[in-house]
Structures are given as C-alpha cells and as structure tokens.
C-alpha cells in the first residue's frame, strides 16, 4: 500500500514521534513476524524479548504520553493462520480463551493502554477483563472487535502481515456481512462483558452498522477504515480516476457522520498532515 511500511523498532520510534508532532496521540500497533517463530498456540506471543512485546514497551518508555492499542488474536504467531486455536481443522473457541487471556495480559504488563481482541471468539471480552483485572490492570481498557465482518477489504493487511488462513477461511468465527441484527446481538455482550468500546470493521461498506451501534449503545463506537478501502482510493488516485484528498476526506467524513467517535485508518497521518 502506497505510504504504509512495516516498520523496525527504532524505525517506529521516529514515526511515532514524527505523527505526535502532527497531534496524532493513539498507535494502534501490530507484529509482523517471520513463520519460524510462529506454532499452533501462538507462543511466541508471551516473549517478552520477541518483536512485539519489546517494541511496546520501548514506545511507552520514548513516548509514554502515547496511547497504545495493541491486538489480541492468534493468528499474528499462529502456524494455522487463524484466530483461534485449531484442532482437527476445527476452531476451538474455549481453549482460545486462555491463550488470549495471557496474550492481553502479557501486552499490559509491556505497556498497552488499549486491549484490541479482533478474534472474534464467543465470551472473550469478559474472560480478559477478568485476566487484566486479576493482574491489577483495571485501568487498562478493552476495545472489542465488535462488529468484525467477513470481509474481502483486509486483503492488503494479510498480505503483509503473511497471516491468511493456511486453510479454509474465517466465516465461521466472523461475521456475515448480510446480518446486521448479529451486530447488535454481539454488541450487546460485549457491552454486559465488560467493553470499554464496540468497534465495526471495515468501516466503509458497514456505515449503518456503525449508525445501528451508535443508536443503541452508550459506549464510544470505534470505526476499522482497513486496508483494502485504502488500497482502492489509492490505486484509482494513482491512475487518475479520482481525487485522492477529496475522496480520502470524504470517506473519513462519512465514517464520523455515521456515529463513530474513534476510527483507526491508514489515512491518519496523511490526514493530519493536510490539516497543517
């Protein structure tokens, strides 16, 4: 993607502080790790001298005024390439819980501010509210993937990432994209386990999802502006078919109006940039 890079940790560190510059105050990071240190129950994950854990915490000791958003999912350090833990080509959602509890406490005691759970597995908000509670991490907050649907938009970031499924596919832990009643059923126990905000993603195609939420919740509604919605503005800006800036400003706009208080996108840095 045009302008997005995969960054080391001293290469961060000077992006972070270049966009608090800009006024951008919240990082949403993610690990992009070679498969050798990856297995089937994300191990890798707990290291606390690994890629991600360390990056966090050097980010919070250069920059502590920076809010960190860091995700919690297995397929980032799972051999299988899924969200959740995998036998016999089935997604075992209970012993995922487990795994993702001391993955999200493991990312506390580094540093993070925000718990990110985009696994989508049933229950997993309140079973790591109770882990980060236990731990004495009760200010430490959880923004839930609420609204996670089975999208064709996150192709770029996978492919990145190299985190696609090494078999099968995700649709039947994330969501159809022809059931908006789902989302609010899913929002709702998030809401009752605990979450601090419900999240839709992507954002450009679920506009309404992000309205149904925002009308029927109290909590802030957080918008995923992914990698394939930035990916299309950018390609059909490069071949001249739009304005990139106009187009870029008015998807940005569409997600605020529908009624998200907080969106994650490539964009932002651009964005902040062109307000200077």
Known sequence: MPGIFRLSTDLILKEIEYCLQL?????????ALDDQLKDKRATESLNKKGL????????????????????????????????????????LNDETLEILARMAVAQAEAGADIIGPSDMMDGRVAFIREALDKNNFTSVSIMSYTAKYA???????????????????KNTYQMDPANSKEALKEAGLDYQEGADFLMVKPAMAYLDIIKLLNDNFTLPIAAYNVSGEYAMIKAAAQKGWIDGDRARDELLLSIKRAGASVILSYFAKEFAESQK
């Open 23 to 31: 006024g951008i105050s919240t990082f949403d990071i993610f690990p």
């Open 52 to 91: 991600y854990l360390s990056t966090i915490k050097e980010i919070k000791k250069k920059f502590p005024e920076a809010v960190i958003i860091t995700d919690v999912a297995m397929d980032p350090y799972s051999s299988d390439g899924h969200d959740g833990l995998v036998k016999n080509g089935q997604i």
């Open 151 to 169: 999208s064709a938009f996150y192709g770029p970031f996978r492919d990145a990432l190299h985190s696609a499924p090494k078999f099968g596919d």
